[in-house]
């Protein structure tokens, strides 16, 4: 969307002390700690753009709150993975041995969306050590929820998802829908019947630059709007509302991870 249209159906300038009204009148409260997902263009003409979005997110959490935001870098993949697009053959080996050494300081993310790729830059913003699924975190519990990210199985046990869901973390979705709710993906794990899959990445160890191959399982938001649909109908914790011009919701992550877990484990028990 350009931005004349923008503009044009936007009825007055989204600014930060206003965006941080309607986060306190949606339900984000200081202290809390927040997952967000985010579309800047769906919430209409902010001034300053995703500079100030993120800044109003800080002021209504306030240093009491934290704030973690997904800092995908899904390019710095195992290349025989893609399918959108894929790659010959014969690129992959090229790929695998020349793909940079992820860097949390300078390796920008993947179909992030703004507000994410300028949060990463924030003075005070800790960023994973994962090289294609990095999480990034500002505020009182950046450390423990970043501090430390297992390369194998990036979105289980050993992820700041799972140091989310001990905090009794909330997600926040901005603009988007369930497909974008990276926290699902912990159900994924933690769910019986997980396919596994080797995936790799270009890191560095040791102060080299090499290629780690490491071990993850088979993950699809495809499904996540059915599921959250269905988490729904049968709960009354989402909070809905508007931010700008953006269709919002505010969803406690534990009853919906365990809603999903419950979700997963029949599906696949019943496929089997």
């Known amino acids: 969307m350009s931005e004349k249209d923008l503009v044009e159906r ?18 984000v409260k200081p202290g809390m700690t927040i997952i967000t997902h985010s579309s800047l263009s769906s919430l209409g003409w902010v001034c300053g753009g995703p500079i100030t979005v993120v800044q109003a997110l800080m002021d ?13 870098s899904a ?18 080996q090229i790929i695998r041995d020349t793909m940079p050494a992820y860097d949390p300081r300078i390796t920008p993310t993947r179909s992030m ?6 949060f990463r830059t924030f003075p005070g913003v800790m960023r994973s050590s994962h090289p294609a699924v990095s999480f990034a975190a500002w505020g ?15 979105f289980g046990e050993g992820s700041p998802l799972a140091r989310l869901y001990e905090l009794d973390g909330w997600i926040l979705l901005l603009g988007v829908g369930y497909d974008s709710n990276t926290s699902m993906h912990l159900a994924e794990h933690r769910a019986p019947g997980q396919v596994p899959v ?5 890191l560095y160890e040791n102060g080299e630059r090499v290629w780690k191959v490491y071990q993850d399982i088979e993950v699809d938001s495809d499904i996540f709007p ?18 700008g011009l953006a269709e919002t919701k505010l969803i406690p992550m534990r009853p919906l991870v365990d809603f999903t877990v419950e979700w997963f484990t029949e599906r696949r028990r019943h496929d089997s």
């Open 10 to 27: 936007t009825p007055s300038p989204l600014t930060r002390a206003r965006l941080t009204r309607e986060f306190r009148a949606l339900g």
């Open 60 to 72: 209504a959490l306030t240093p009491d709150g934290t704030l973690m935001m997904p800092t995908q």
């Open 75 to 92: 390019g710095n993949s195992e290349p025989s993975n893609w399918s959108n697009p894929p790659v010959p053959r014969e690129w992959w």
């Open 113 to 118: 969306g703004a507000i994410v790729e300028a």
């Open 140 to 154: 009182k519990h950046a450390q423990a929820l970043v501090g430390s990210h297992s390369l194998d199985y990036p």
């Open 198 to 202: 080797q995936q790799g990445a270009a």
């Open 226 to 243: 059915l599921i959250g649909a269905d988490f729904e109908q049968h709960t009354n914790l989402v909070i809905t509302g508007h931010i």
